[in-house]
């Protein structure tokens, strides 16, 4: 125990690393020690980001895991080419367009829709690994299970991101005897410091890891997640054994974009990820941030303005590209973008955001999503360049209560829009069968055209606020010149029906009298925010971890 805590104290002081060679950063010190630990055996960093799932899977429980999905964005160091794989959930092959509609012919309040089994999408990341694993993988399948099996098996200390997880959603446990007997203490959420042990789990990753991923689409452990999502008290699910042993993870196309002198990559549909960090980067690429600065008021008043417009083509034409048609080409034309651009003024705030027209647009109707807070993003950078970004979730915190061999199921399917119809028509990103849903994650790499080399590496958790993290730590690192750790910190702006949000107990705090002379309305509040990243300075790469987060960088 002591040298555990040795361990653990060593990690959460050490913030931020940089090396030449290989660096990890995730949201949780033994996730990242997970990854470092795949690399130094001379794992690739696909291992190191495959390890770092599975090892969150069993300490970040309320934020990601097996039970959920996620996606990866990875580049080849040999070649520079990106590759972008989708591990999404997807809905069950009888989900309907009314799965969250009540008998009033009204979308489900958001707090009844999202606890049981009708939310449980079918899981994605086993998959996701399995192809990332057979394409860039060094070591054996068998040993990227090994860390994540030690903490299941030994223990692990309860963290503070944990403890505050179970206490936001213990309230719902009645209903939700599994998670309740796994995660509660005494009846009461577990203490910081406190050790959790979850043998379930470990031996369902010992399976895994023994017979391959259809050890979890099939046989015991599938039929075990269709019983709890079935058999759930609490809104029962019609996901079968059929849904899981056909799901597949795919390999999407990469959604790339440019600003100023550098090349963003990023996530396609199902993510609305890449196309919207690029709107807000191309809206605001005729504006001298560098010279405004990062306490400028103007500046992120013209970053507000560019946030609610991209937003707003997000809300209109993003969903999964497999069922309806997303003008993706359009939504990031630096064309389009241009004349977007023209609409925002430094002096002024805009009256109303609406979505525009891209080149290829199908007629479509505007519909707001759902996403909470929750996810988790990490990184893996190899000796040979190779760099995995990705971003794995099970939706909110503790998904829809529901367990299934120590594993949280995800409540993915809220994130579809609730409601299928807007003024009579369908919406892009209503449910159906075997459809994934929209998604904000934004797991991105940022190349410098003129060396053609990656030189920063990004995504974060929180919602749909994610996109927004990922585009102001961009501008922070780019722009203002920011090292990674805090460009991560730095305070963020958001939006709400009122208007702009700015994140209490950051600089931005000090922006409102200023930007409320231009025009906003703007709001104080806090955001549940996290981020991880690496920068390429000096020669070497540096990792960071969200200051707001207890992750952690670490070098090989």
Not at 163 to 181: I, Q, T, Y
């Amino acid at each position: 125990m002591k040298k555990l805590l040795l361990t653990l104290a060593l990690l959460l002081f050490s913030p931020a690393a940089a090396s030449a060679q290989g660096i990890v950063s995730s949201a949780d010190p033994r996730a990242s020690a997970a990854g470092q630990e795949i690399l130094r055996k001379g794992g690739s960093a696909a291992d190191a980001a495959m390890a770092m799932m599975l090892a969150l899977t069993v300490v970040e429980p309320q934020s990601s895991g097996i039970g959920g999905g996620g996606f990866f964005v990875y580049n080849d160091g040999k070649t520079g080419m990106v590759s972008t794989i989708d591990g999404r959930e997807a809905a069950p092959m009888a989900a309907t367009p009314q799965r969250f509609v009540g008998p009033d012919g009204k979308a489900l309040p958001f707090i009844q829709a999202f606890p049981g089994g009708k939310s449980v999408g079918v899981p994605g990341n086993v998959r996701l690994m399995a192809m990332v694993h057979a394409r860039w993988g060094r070591l054996a399948w068998k040993e990227l299970f090994q860390p994540a099996i030690r903490l299941a098996e030994d223990g692990y200390q309860v963290t503070r991101p944990l403890n505050s997880g179970v206490a936001m959603v213990s309230p719902l446990w009645k209903d939700f005897p599994a998670v309740r007997a796994q995660y509660l203490i005494d009846g009461k959420p577990p203490q910081v410091g406190e050790t959790i042990k979850n043998p379930a789990l470990a031996k369902i990753l010992r399976k895994i890891a023994d017979d391959g991923p259809d050890a979890f689409y099939t046989g015991k452990n599938a039929q075990a997640i269709v019983d709890a999502a079935t058999g759930s008290t609490v809104a029962p699910s019609d996901m079968t054994l059929a849904d899981l042993a056909a799901y597949r993870a795919k390999e999407r196309p990469p959604v790339c974009g440019y600003y100023r002198s550098y090349k963003i990559c990023g996530m396609g549909p199902p993510s609305s990820g890449a196309t919207t960090v690029l709107g807000i980067l191309g809206m605001l690429e005729r504006f001298d941030l560098k010279k405004l600065g990062k306490d400028s008021p103007v500046a992120w008043h013209l970053i507000g303005e560019a946030m609610e417009l991209a937003y707003a083509d997000r809300e209109k034409y993003l969903g999964d590209r497999d069922f309806v048609d997303v003008p993706v080409a359009g939504l990031i034309d630096p064309a389009y973008l241009k004349a977007r651009s023209k609409l925002i003024s430094p002096t002024t705030t805009l009256a109303r955001y609406e979505a525009g027209t891209p080149p290829g647009a199908p007629q479509r109707t505007a519909a707001v999503q759902n996403e909470v807070p929750g996810t988790t993003h990490f990184v893996a950078i190899d000796g040979d360049g190779n760099i995995v970004s990705m971003t794995s979730t099970v939706e909110g915190p503790f998904g829809s209560q529901l367990l299934a061999n120590g594993f949280v199921l995800n409540n993915e399917l809220t994130d579809f829009t609730l409601a299928p119809e807007k003024d009579g028509k369908p919406v892009a990103n209503r449910v159906e069968p075997g459809k994934r849903p929209l998604s904000s994650m934004s797991p991105t790499i940022v190349y410098d055209t003129r060396t053609g080399k990656p030189v920063f590496v990004v995504g974060a958790a929180g919602g749909k606020t994610i996109i927004m993290q990922v585009a102001k730590a961009i501008i922070a690192r780019l722009d203002w010149g920011m090292e990674p750790r805090d460009a991560l910190g730095l305070g963020l702006i958001y939006f709400n029906q009122d208007g702009v949000i700015l994140e209490q107990g950051t600089s931005l705090e000090a922006l409102k009298p200023a930007m409320e002379k231009l025009g906003n309305k703007v709001t104080i509040a806090k955001l549940g925010l996290k981020a991880n990243a690496a920068a390429w300075e000096n020669g070497k790469w540096v990792g960071a971890a969200d200051p707001r987060s207890v992750g952690v960088a670490l070098e090989q």
